[in-house]
């Protein structure tokens, strides 16, 4: 995407959170350009002060991830990043963030409406709760809380994604997208239902909801 390559070689660094040697990259003359790829309407939402602000201590930012999300209506992309920041301790550090970003169209061009981001824990994420694992949240939230699995099939996986399908109790398939972080954090993206003799359609059921119900009774 554009939009990051243009970030790549933008820095924002502080007296407080300081990193290299001199001026690193661009410095702050790829911000004005790569706010211009927000809409008008985002635009008001997050004024060019407060997206230059999102950024202090950060020294570089490179796209690691980028991966169209399935959607009924929206135009929406995962991604993961990889910044280097700055501290007071005269270190650089690397930090990781993963998220997604909504893309409308502008007139006659396509730009972003939400970018979300999410930083990524390595102390929690290193010792895998539960929910940090694929497998372990399609069997407690979708199994023990929503009562649908009859079984589940091996995971498949390719590069980062992992794909889990379950044969449901109510004689329906189902299938779960993760995405995988650079922490090893699994992600659920979206989610799959087929009815017997159908095809595959997206689905929008909520564990949550699920426990609630189940808790309630």
């Not at 159908?198 to 929008?204: D, I, M, Q, V």
């Amino acid at each position: 995407m554009n939009y990051f390559s243009i970030l790549r070689e933008a820095e924002n660094l502080t007296a407080k959170k300081l990193g290299g040697c001199g001026t690193v990259g661009f410095a702050k003359i790829p911000f004005p350009l790569a706010y211009q790829f927000f809409t008008r309407e985002y635009q008001k939402q997050m004024p060019y002060r407060s997206y230059l602000k999102s950024f202090e201590g950060i020294g570089h930012t490179n796209l690691l991830k980028l991966e169209k999300v399935p959607t009924v209506e929206e135009s929406r992309w995962f991604i993961e990043l990889e910044t280097i920041e700055g501290s007071d301790k005269l270190s650089t550090n690397f930090a990781y963030y993963y998220g997604f970003i909504e893309i409308q169209k502008d007139k006659s061009l396509f730009k972003i409406s939400r970018i979300t981001l999410y930083p990524e824990d390595f102390l929690c994420a290193a010792y895998h709760g539960w929910d940090h694992d694929a497998e372990a949240v399609v069997d407690i939230k979708f199994g023990e809380w929503c009562g649908l699995i009859k079984k589940r099939m091996p995971t498949k996986k390719d590069g980062f994604v992992k794909t889990i399908e379950v044969i449901g109790k109510d004689g329906s398939d189902y299938k779960f997208i993760f995405f995988q972080l650079t922490n090893d954090t699994d992600v659920l993206i979206s989610q799959y239902k087929r009815k017997p003799g159908g095809s595959w359609e997206l689905s929008n059921l909520d564990p949550e909801s699920c426990l609630k119900n189940k808790t309630s009774t």
